[in-house]
Every structure is written in structure tokens, then in C-alpha cells.
């Protein structure tokens, strides 16, 4: 399983580990702006998704990972390949729901849970906002099915959040654009479908929830609603815009986990 998801490892070895989980459409890249600062006295887990970077894209199962917990489950046997307890796992986008999924399973392994801009449900619900009506996603996902290229060229800019800084949309269209696409489509539609809320209430482990100003993808009601449902969590709301902070803001990403760890 290490070489099916491309596991790294750096930083520290004796100290505590961190595994950070990367978003739809990218790779353990995208966290190369934050790992820097937790290398010197941390041990450092990084890895791919199947079907994402530099994964084995022959271990893509589409009945394993048709739900977010065939995910949850390679999480569980990275972890179990690396002998690592006390961990504490930093997930972006719908890796925080998959973080859920494997603390859920495995509560004693697990330190603490940092959630960046999480979303449980991303359809609006009767009194439940997630931030889309079920005809935007039947839309998004007809829009990816028919031209992905397009799709992730045209969608880069809305998800970053950062008028301004073409050099980011660039980074995440880059990233969206090394996805096999029909395994993107797949994992598009397992995403923007899935419903974690009845999972949030049974973490049993100090979680933190960081959530972006103005982001179009997990709007702030969304991560009140996962602070508000996970008891004892902490909530942060930060200056940054759009649904990446770990590449427009790490290092206030940075800052508040280590404080929060402290």
C-alpha cells in the first residue's frame, strides 16, 4: 500500500506524526508550502489518493472507492504499513471527511483531527446549507463528464478564491489536469454526493475546523455546522478567501495548527 498511494515520508522521525490528506484533483503537492513548517520536530506522512499523482492508478477499484470509506480504509492500512499511533491527521476539502471515517474506526490511533474547509453534504438539505441545490451538482458533474479539461480550467479559479493571483489558479489547474480524468469523474461524483453528517457526531478525538472567508465550495455555515456537531471542536474562521487556504494561506494554516497542537 505504501507504493499504491505513493507514500512519503520526511521531517523528524522521532517525533509526533502528522499525515496531511490532500483535496479532490490534487496530490500530496499541494501541502508543499505547509510541511515546512512542522518538518524540524514532527515525522511527516505524505501520500496520493488512488487515481491522484503519483498513485498506482491499476490498484483504482471502482466498487472500493464508489464511497468516500474505501478511502478511509487506505488511510487505516498506510498507517497500520508504517506501525504510526498518536497521529494526527490534517485533511483538505473531502479528505476531512475521510479523516472522520478512519478516526471513527480507529479512535485510539489518533491524537487529533485538523479539519481545513470540511464539508459533510455539499446539497443544501431542508434546514441544512451545504452551498448547492441538487441541480447545480447534476450540472457540475454533466459539465466534468462532458469535457474535464475544460471543466477544471474554467472551475481552477472559482474554487482558489484569489482574484489577483493567477500563479494559484494555474498551481490547482496543473494539479486538476494530472488526474486520470474518467477516475476524476468518479471520484467528482463520490465526492459532491456523499452525506458524512450523522458520521460528525460520533469523533471521539480533539479535532480543530479552519475554515476561509467567502468559499464557494464549503460556505462558513458548513463549517459551523461540523464545529457545531462534533462536541468539544474547536472553530477558527480565517481572513484568506476561497476553498484552498493550504496554498493562499499556509502559513496562517500553519500557525493555527501548531497552536492548536500546543
Known amino acids: 500500500m505504501l507504493r499504491r498511494n505513493n507514500v512519503t515520508v520526511s521531517g523528524d522521525p522521532s517525533g509526533p506524526v502528522v499525515m496531511f490528506a ?22 511527516i506522512v505524505l501520500f496520493d489518493h488512488v487515481g491522484s499523482g503519483r ?8 466498487g472500493k472507492y464508489g464511497a468516500l470509506g474505501g478511502y478511509a480504509r487506505d488511510v487505516e492500512e498506510i498507517l497500520d504499513a508504517l506501525g504510526a499511533q498518536d497521529v494526527v491527521f490534517v485533511g483538505h476539502s473531502v479528505s476531512t ?44 458533474l454533466d459539465s466534468l463528464d462532458a469535457n ?21 489558479d494555474e498551481r490547482l489547474t496543473d494539479g486538476f489536469c494530472s488526474v486520470d480524468p474518467e477516475i476524476a469523474r468518479h471520484f467528482a461524483r463520490v465526492t459532491f454526493t456523499s452525506d458524512n453528517r450523522k458520521d460528525l457526531d460520533q469523533v471521539a478525538v480533539p479535532t480543530l475546523v479552519l475554515q476561509s472567508r467567502d468559499d464557494a465550495i464549503a460556505p462558513i455555515e458548513v463549517g459551523r455546522y461540523v464545529h ?10 480565517m481572513e484568506t478567501t476561497g476553498h484552498v487556504a493550504i496554498l493562499s494561506a499556509p502559513d496562517d494554516v500553519s500557525s493555527r495548527v501548531r497552536r492548536f497542537l500546543a
Open 148 to 168: 474535464y479539461l475544460g471543466w477544471s480550467r474554467d472551475t481552477a479559479p472559482v474554487i482558489m478564491g484569489t482574484p489577483g493571483r493567477p500563479m494559484l
Open 22 to 43: 490532500h483535496g479532490f484533483g490534487c496530490s500530496q503537492e499541494t501541502w508543499n508550502l505547509v510541511v515546512p513548517h512542522f518538518e524540524a520536530d514532527h515525522a
Open 97 to 140: 471527511m475521510i479523516g472522520v471515517l478512519a478516526a471513527n474506526r480507529n479512535p485510539q490511533r489518533y491524537r487529533a483531527l485538523v479539519l481545513v474547509s470540511p464539508s459533510p453534504r455539499y446539497i443544501n438539505d431542508e434546514d441544512y446549507v451545504g452551498g448547492f441545490e441538487p441541480a447545480d451538482i447534476d450540472a457540475l
Open 228 to 237: 457545531a456537531a462534533i462536541t468539544g471542536s474547536s472553530f477558527e474562521l
Open 55 to 62: 498513485s498506482d492508478l491499476s490498484a483504482y477499484d471502482r
